[in-house]
């Protein structure tokens, strides 16, 4: 028999911050009613995990994070449903886990919106949610904690490093011309890095964002859209490519690569994208590929803590749970490249 714990989660909701991110609590957590999941009679906490897809290496890492650490070695049995990239499965997906009676469902959301009915049922079902890389548009005392990536600040950072890098190089008077690829519509990870870009962007004024297309954070995808703008403005206008991820970054290399276009910081563009797989570091090392800014995919440590704290009945403190990043380059990259995990 699973390990009855008295938790009630429905309580819980009430107590936590509505205030914003940044909002730290003082009230106590309180206990949750743990129920047994349909039809299982063990010792092990069934977790449900609804992931977006497999659109990127990024995903690929941070979807192996999970199935690492939800082990049943580790107390853990983890239900891991593919989003395949449909916002419309993931909310399926989370009526199936609200039927099977899972203790906690992880939600890695594609989109913010259309969570409010599958979010309710799971508060009236006292099934704690835990909301991990982006963010959903719901009232956040429906949801226990979220954990990821400040994507806003991401995109700053994208525009400090280039401000540093055309100081350095003595270019910060040119003209510059942008082409920006951005993630999937409605994805905090798009809209975050998007508006830090352009916030940033429009500090210049001989700064000029010239084509911005999206393409769903897929290499495949890129590459058609990267390939379409060439057909439309001459790579001799274009001195800056920025891809909202590696792997849309690495399409528009192929679609430039074909055109005989030179880039990185051996050629004539100026690259910069967001992630920093391995195989960033390796086109940073190999002059492809000027920046990746970090958005680190482990994120399942810090979920892990957060559903341990609340076995063990104890104040979750906070409401947003930021995880650590990096800025990398093709000058610092080969320091760095022997860490890299995925
Ligand atoms: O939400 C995180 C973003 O989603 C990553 O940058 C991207 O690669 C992924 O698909």
Redesign the pocket.
Known sequence: MKKILLINFCLAILFFGITGCAVKTEEETPEIVRRQAAGVEDELLHIGLIQ?GK?????DA?TNDYLNTFIKERGYDLIYIDGNSSPERQVKAMQDLIQQKVDYIILQPIVETGWEEAVNQANEEGIPVIVA??QIAVDKEKYVAWT??D?YEEGRKAVDWLETYLIEEGRQKEDLNIVLLE?NKG???TTGRTSGLRDGIKNHSNWNIIASECAN?TQGEAQTVMEQILTKVYPSEIDVVIA????MMFGAMKAMERKEISFGPEGDIITIS??ALGDAFSKMVSGELHASIE?N?LLASSVENIIQDLEDGKQIKGKCFYIEENVYDYKNASQHIKERTY
Request: aromatic share 16%; charged share 30%; hydrophobic share 25%.
């Open positions: 977006t659109e990127s290496g990024w995903r941070n890389d982006r990821g990536s994507f993630g994805a905090t990870a954070f909202e991820n590696d792997n967001f992630d958005c995919p």
